[in-house]
C-alpha cells in the first residue's frame, strides 16, 4: 500500500469549510484514496473513498487530482462535533489477500467555537 | 452506532494472565477484523475472519490469537499478558466479498495490564 503523509494538526473555525490534504505521490493507478477519523478513542469511523474521480456524500467532499499524487478532505461546514482525526489511507482492494486498513498517523483537527 | 459491538469495555488484569475479548459483527457482515491502537504504536491491523477462516494476518503476536464463530462473532484471546499489551482493541466488519465496502468500527475494549 502506498505511504501517505498528512499534516499533524490543524485548527478550523466553526460553520467554515476544513480542508485536510494528503499526499500520496507514490499512488499505483490501481489504489484507492480511504479517509477514516477517529473522535476521541471511539472506534474509527469511515467517511469516503475514491478512485480519481471527485466524491460526495453527506458527510464530506473528496477531491483528488488528476495525477492522482494528493487529495484534499473537505467538510462543508464544520462543527465542534467534527473535531477529531483524520486518517487518509491509500490501498488496493483485495479481497483474496485481505482487507486491512493501514493507518498512519493522521491529522488531528481542532474546531473552534 | 456502528452496529458492531464489543465486550467487555473495559478490562484490568495482571501480567502473566489470560483474557478473551469478544467482537459481534453487524448483522450479514461476514469480515471481522482486529485492530490494536496504543500511545506509542497507533493503530495496527491485527488479523482478519472472513467466514470463519483467516484470511489475513498483520503484526499479531504469538501469544494473541483469534477464531471466528460459526455464527461469526469473533474472540481474541490474549496470554501472557504484559504491560505492553495495555491498549485500546477494536473490532470491524464488513460484508463479505467485496473489497471495497468500508469497514464498521466498533466500540473497543480497553485492556489495562497491571
Known amino acids: 500500500d502506498a505511504k501517505t503523509t498528512q499534516p499533524p494538526s490543524m485548527d478550523c473555525a466553526e460553520g467554515r469549510a476544513a480542508n485536510l490534504p494528503c499526499n500520496h505521490s507514490t499512488i499505483s493507478g490501481n489504489e484507492y484514496v480511504y479517509w477514516y477519523r477517529q473522535i476521541h478513542s471511539q472506534g474509527p469511523q469511515y467517511i469516503i473513498h475514491g478512485l480519481k474521480n471527485n466524491e460526495t456524500n453527506e458527510m464530506a467532499s473528496l477531491i483528488i487530482t488528476e495525477d492522482r499524487k494528493s487529495s484534499t478532505l473537505i467538510l462543508p461546514h464544520a462543527t465542534l462535533r467534527d473535531t477529531a482525526v483524520y486518517y487518509c489511507?491509500?490501498?488496493?482492494?483485495?479481497?483474496?489477500?485481505?482487507?486491512?486498513?493501514?493507518f498512519g498517523g493522521g491529522t488531528r483537527v481542532l474546531v473552534k467555537p | 452506532d456502528s452496529g458492531v459491538t464489543q465486550t467487555p469495555k473495559h478490562l484490568i488484569t495482571a501480567t502473566g494472565q489470560r483474557v478473551t475479548l469478544r467482537c459481534s459483527p453487524r448483522s450479514g457482515d461476514l469480515s471481522v477484523y482486529w485492530y490494536q491502537q496504543s500511545l506509542d504504536q497507533g493503530l495496527q491491523f491485527l488479523i482478519q475472519y472472513y467466514n470463519g477462516e483467516e484470511r489475513a494476518k498483520g503484526n499479531i503476536l504469538e501469544r494473541f490469537s483469534a477464531q471466528q464463530f460459526p455464527d461469526l462473532h469473533s474472540e481474541l484471546n490474549l496470554s501472557s499478558l504484559e504491560l505492553g499489551d495495555s491498549a485500546l482493541y477494536f473490532c470491524?466488519?464488513?460484508?463479505?466479498?467485496?473489497?471495497?465496502?468500508?469497514?464498521?468500527f466498533g466500540p473497543g475494549t480497553r485492556l489495562t495490564v497491571l
Open positions: 470491524a466488519s464488513s460484508s463479505g466479498g467485496n473489497s471495497y465496502n468500508e469497514q464498521f
Open positions: 489511507i491509500v490501498r488496493v482492494p483485495q479481497a483474496a489477500a485481505g482487507n486491512k486498513l493501514t
